[in-house]
């Protein structure tokens, strides 16, 4: 068990309909990223967040958004839902964004459904 | 869009068995993770191999990299029930950033 933790474990959203996850980093850990996996795939990276400042991000477009607060949780909002944001969203954390930190620790993550 | 491969995609094996499931990838890394998932859960970190590094050991894990064929392997020994799970790879390029590129993954069968 990691320290990280996600709410929802599950959400049921409509297509177009507007979701916010929340994620709670592992003590210490100031770095959060957040990764999508669709059914039967790998994760894939979304973006990250270093100091409540995003630096990093993968292909996902603008409709997903997030931010790190001061104790370094985090948010992710996506917006104008379409049905294939149909998946398991997770939350990683680490240390830090230096050199040596790359292992992730992540929460057993926000099943959504697109209906 | 995932940069490894993944083999086999499943692997059933008998308890006490070795298990070994292969990733390969495309661009340079400047390091490869494996990581374990349960039932489509949270993912637990097993070990981080470095680029400069060809050979790690943790318990029952042996992880092999091979960075001029861009391939690594993970070697579970006398595997377990418990074993079950499916199994991911993942690749960094950059010292320290989260951004990891992951395989499609093995699911691993551990038959009693």
């Known amino acids: 068990e990691t320290g990280v933790t996600q709410s929802p474990t599950h959400l049921i959203k409509t297509r177009g309909q507007q979701v916010t996850l929340r994620c709670s980093s592992q003590?210490?850990?100031?770095?959060v990223s957040w990764y999508q996996q669709a059914l039967g795939q790998g994760p894939q990276f979304i973006f990250q967040?270093?100091?409540?400042?995003?630096?990093g991000r993968g292909n996902f477009p603008p409709r997903f958004s997030g931010l790190q607060f001061p104790n370094y949780s985090s948010e992710l909002n996506v917006n104008a839902l379409e049905l294939d944001d149909s998946a398991l969203y997770l939350c990683?954390?680490?240390?830090?964004?230096?050199?040596?930190?790359?292992?992730?620790?992540f929460g057993s993550g926000t099943q959504l459904s697109v209906l | 869009s995932q940069q490894g491969e993944e083999d086999p995609q499943a692997l059933s094996i008998q308890e006490g068995e070795n298990a070994t499931m292969n990733c390969s990838y495309k661009?340079?890394?400047?390091?490869l993770q494996w990581y374990r998932q349960n039932s489509g859960r949270g993912l637990v970190h097993l070990i981080l191999?470095?680029?400069?590094?060809r050979e790690k050991h943790s318990g029952r894990l042996r992880v092999t990299l091979d960075t001029s064929k861009k391939s690594s392997s993970l070697l579970i020994t006398a595997s377990r029930a418990a074993d079950t799970a499916s199994y991911f790879c993942?690749?960094?390029?950059?010292?320290?950033?989260?951004?990891?590129?992951f395989g499609q993954g093995t699911r691993l069968t551990i038959n009693p």
């Open positions: 993942a690749t960094g390029d950059v010292p320290g950033a989260q951004k990891l590129v």
């Open positions: 990683a954390s680490s240390p830090s964004a230096e050199p040596g930190n790359e292992k992730l620790f």
């Open positions: 191999i470095r680029s400069n590094e």
């Open positions: 967040y270093y100091r409540e400042e995003e630096n």
């Open positions: 003590s210490g850990h100031n770095t």
């Open positions: 661009t340079s890394i400047n390091n």
